[in-house]
């Protein structure tokens, strides 16, 4: 397709974490230690299913990080080199293109999941001039249904039976090709790899991830099939599919959740290691600054910091060319602001254990052969911390997803425009006191925001596990 | 003891200077008055006559540090530094962007700040604490293994579902209490028996887990074993001995928000229409009000220091080994 590739600031950095955890991979391959720390995690049922559910997560959150503006049609009159208009204004990514149907089929503002009419009651003129109050049909939402009333129940049960046959389809070739995989890598025959697998003997837990797919899927295919014609989760007050909004507030969350560690990972860890290692004035004054930050509470540093950033914001409108640009500054900004609070409980932890290693006889021999102290710190204190920054990576994660619902109920959080959990609970939160309810779009947000976090958090119990000799 | 006191509160006065220099920095250098008046006047095409008066009735028409045209010690304190934020030392907050005394708002909103907060606080560390040691009790059992899933379960709920939920449930389903808003008096227990609720089933997904490990690695120390051997039923080691020494490592994470319920939950009271700090800080946060913001941010810190302190302090009471020096 031809269209203009836009780089937003978020997705550079979440591409540039994807090549760093690929690097750290390759690496740790040569390394027994990090080798067999990893065949724990993988071991463990928990943490292979979780990090399925992760996994599939990333991918929707990666699709919906390859940003791109599409061209306009030529206008009629104008002169037309190749073929194109100008470069439209707005911006969508490649989950938009894949999800196109529940991006544009807009109704005109609520009705319930799987309906075919909306939500409340509206007058409809009828063809013959009278007037009469009633429900009127959605404009896509089950349009191909003749006489709705009759049809209804037995179309969506079609389709969710046409969901679960694809479901297990897709489930049986996934498992085959793992399986054969097995079989290949350990030169047994498939019958034998598949008894294997499915007494827990594969190696890895691949039976975990095997029934978390088969769950996934169970969900997936119909929802996926009936997506086709209906609103599975409902729309929203202005129409939105709240099927396609909940999979837009996927990449939110995981900017939020993996960008704020990121970015204000190597100061705490350049902190840390001079507070632990240097010791006396440099250690004093790296403690003040991070005491003089914690002693503020969270929440208020953070809204005063996004108080102030959006005057910045506002104020300097030249330096974006987009709305979608504007918005990914905000939620760069705020990723920003939420490390600038979370990065001391790290900062702290480092330079404890920098302190512990500093005594060690073999640093102390470093330095006794005069290895100079760059060379100390990067070659024998830095490695030796790695498994606290990971496990302080994995651990981050959940709360940052829970804190931007909380941060953007208050106002202080991303954007309006950005699509998110917690833009999507603070639209939502007003509709429970209508009558009779608007329930879908706030318990679809709660509901996939329960499902990543709870992954998150069990993944990171099994990385700490595996990684923290004294956890277990 | 007394010298690592005294010590810890000369400390106090240079940390609060470093918070005011943080907030002064973000309010003050990064924008503008100008930017501010602007902003707070909301249209493009404000007058300079407008943002100037905005800033004389705000006292924000002085120099950010450093007063030349005034003499003495006067070029010091006829500034925006020593007014806005050195005045705080002495709870001199100043006014709010609608003209009210920001000390009396603060006192007044207290008393309902600190009726939600300290029942939750006191339920909350009992539930909690009882909980963990029922999953000990319990510990390597089926029962032991499904409490923990609970607690992952409940700490993966984001809190915004809680309230909601418990608000649709209790108030709007059953009918039980108010959905929002407080009373004087006796009245006021209406109004708190579903956010204190609500506060303490929150907490307890994370807290109790961490507690449960604290007290596992408590029960397998060889004292305990010791206490086990001479007697003691498995209800009495845990109460006599693993709950006591367990507690040393929790008072570390709690002794330190005393202070801070002060403060009030910015999101219960929100939600509930409590007129607590808690509310008054998110309505300040919403209407741009930064003086409420500053004052807040100070006094935060503030309580932060003095549980900082009180934490110290508790540990040389429950553990006669620590000693303060």
Same mark, same amino acid.
């Given at each position: ?50 990090? !399925? ?35 439209? !204004? ?63 129940? /037995? ?13 297990? /389809? ?5 498992? /085959? ?201 990067? $070659? ?32 202080? /959080? ?49 990385? $700490? ?8 | ?42 249209? *493009? ?38 007014? *806005? ?42 539930? @909690? ?122 008072? @570390? ?56 302190? &009180?934490?110290?302090?508790?540990? @040389? &009471? ?8």
């Amino acid at each position: 397709m031809d269209v203009q590739p836009v780089f937003l600031w978020t997705d550079v950095l979440l591409f540039g974490l994807m090549a760093c955890i690929g690097l750290a991979a390759w690496r740790a391959r040569r390394s027994e230690p990090m080798r067999a720390a990893w065949r724990r995690v993988g071991e463990s049922a928990v943490g292979m299913a979780s990090l !399925t559910i992760l996994l599939l997560f990333l991918v929707v959150g990666l699709l919906d990080s390859l940003h791109y503006r599409p061209y306009l049609p030529p206008a009629p009159d104008a002169q037309v080199t190749n073929g194109r208009g100008p470069v439209s !204004t707005e911006v969508r990514s490649a989950l938009d293109a894949l999800a196109e149907p529940l991006r544009t089929r807009v109704e005109k503002t609520y009705s319930a999941p799987l309906a075919y009419a909306l939500f409340a009651k509206q007058t409809i003129e009828k063809a013959d001039g009278t007037q009469q109050r009633a429900f009127p049909r959605l404009k896509f939402g089950g349009a191909g249904l003749q006489y709705p009333e009759e049809d209804h129940a /037995g179309d969506v049960l079609g389709r969710i039976g046409l969901g679960l046959a694809l479901a297990a /389809g897709a489930w049986c070739l996934l498992a /085959g090709c793992l399986v054969q995989g097995v079989a290949m890598s350990r030169m047994v025959p498939f019958g034998a790899a598949w008894r294997a697998v499915w007494r827990g003997k594969g190696g890895l837990a691949w039976r975990a991830v095997l029934v978390t797919l088969g769950l996934v899927f169970l969900f997936a295919g119909p929802v996926a099939v009936l997506a086709g014609e209906y609103h599975v989760f409902g729309t929203d007050k202005v129409g939105q599919d709240v099927l396609f909004l909940t999979l837009k507030s996927i990449r939110t969350a995981l900017v939020i959740g993996t960008l704020t560690t990121l970015v204000t990972l190597p100061v705490a860890v350049v902190l840390g290691i001079m507070a632990g290692y240097l010791g006396g004035w440099v250690d004093d004054l790296i403690q003040y600054v991070y005491t003089v930050l914690n002693s503020i509470p969270g929440v208020l540093l953070i809204a005063a910091a996004v108080l102030m950033m959006q005057v910045v914001i506002d104020t300097h409108p030249q330096w974006f060319e987009t709305a979608a640009e504007r918005a990914d500054a905000r939620l760069l900004a705020l990723c920003l602001i939420l490390g600038m609070t979370s990065w001391t409980g790290l900062c702290r932890l480092l330079r404890g254990e920098t302190l512990k290693l500093r005594e060690l006889e073999y640093v102390q021999a470093a330095r006794a052969f005069g290895v100079s102290t760059a060379r100390i710190l990067g $070659r024998h204190v830095l490695p030796n911390l790695m498994h606290l920054v990971l496990i302080a990576l994995v651990m981050d994660f959940s709360g940052l997803v829970l804190a931007e619902a909380v941060l953007s109920y208050v106002g202080i /959080g991303v954007d309006p425009g950005t699509v998110s959990f917690g833009t999507m609970i603070n639209a939502a939160r007003m509709e429970l006191a209508r009558e009779p309810m608007v329930w879908w779009s706030l318990m679809a947000a709660f509901l996939f925001m329960f499902v990543l976090v709870l992954a998150a958090n069990l993944f990171a119990d099994a990385v $700490r596990d595996a990684f923290d000799p004294r956890a277990s | 003891m007394f010298a690592y006191i005294v010590r810890r509160l000369l400390y106090a006065p240079l940390i609060l200077l470093g918070v005011n220099l943080l907030t002064f920095a973000l309010f003050f250098v990064v924008n503008t008055p100008e930017d501010m008046a602007r902003m707070q006047l909301g249209a *493009k095409r404000v007058t300079p006559e407008a943002i100037e008066r905005w800033k004389v009735e705000r006292g924000y028409d002085k120099p950010l540090l450093f007063n030349g045209a005034a003499s003495g010690a006067a070029s010091l304190t006829d500034t925006i530094f020593f007014d *806005k934020s050195l005045r705080m030392f002495a709870f001199d907050f100043g006014r709010a962007d609608d003209g009210r005394d920001i000390a009396t708002e603060i006192r007044t909103r207290m008393g309902p700040s600190l009726a939600i907060a300290v029942p939750t606080f006191i339920l909350g560390l009992f539930v @909690t604490v009882s909980f963990a040691l029922l999953l000990v009790f319990f510990r390597g059992s089926y029962l032991d293994f499904q409490g923990v899933v609970l607690c992952v379960a409940m700490m993966s709920i984001s809190g915004l579902f809680y309230i909601i939920g418990g608000q649709w449930l209790v108030s709007k389903v059953w009918h039980l209490v108010p959905i929002s808003g407080y009373g004087g008096g006796l009245d006021a227990s209406r109004f708190l028996v579903l956010p204190v609720l609500i506060g303490v089933i929150a907490g307890i997904g994370g807290s109790a887990r961490w507690y449960r490990t604290i007290f596992l690695e408590e029960a397998g120390k060889d004292y305990v074993r010791t206490a086990r051997a001479k007697g003691l039923s498995e209800l009495q080691a845990l109460f006599r001995h693993v709950l006591k020494n367990g507690m040393i490592p929790i008072l @570390t994470g709690v002794v330190v928000v005393i202070p801070s319920l002060f403060m009030g939950s910015l999101i219960s009271e929100s939600f509930f229409g409590i007129p607590g700090l808690g509310s008054y800080t998110i309505d300040a946060i919403n209407a741009q009000d930064f003086p409420v913001v500053r004052a807040m941010v100070f006094i935060g810190s503030l309580l932060y220091i003095v549980g900082l302190i &009180l934490t110290d302090l508790s540990y @040389t &009471l429950v553990d006669p080994r620590v000693r303060l020096d």
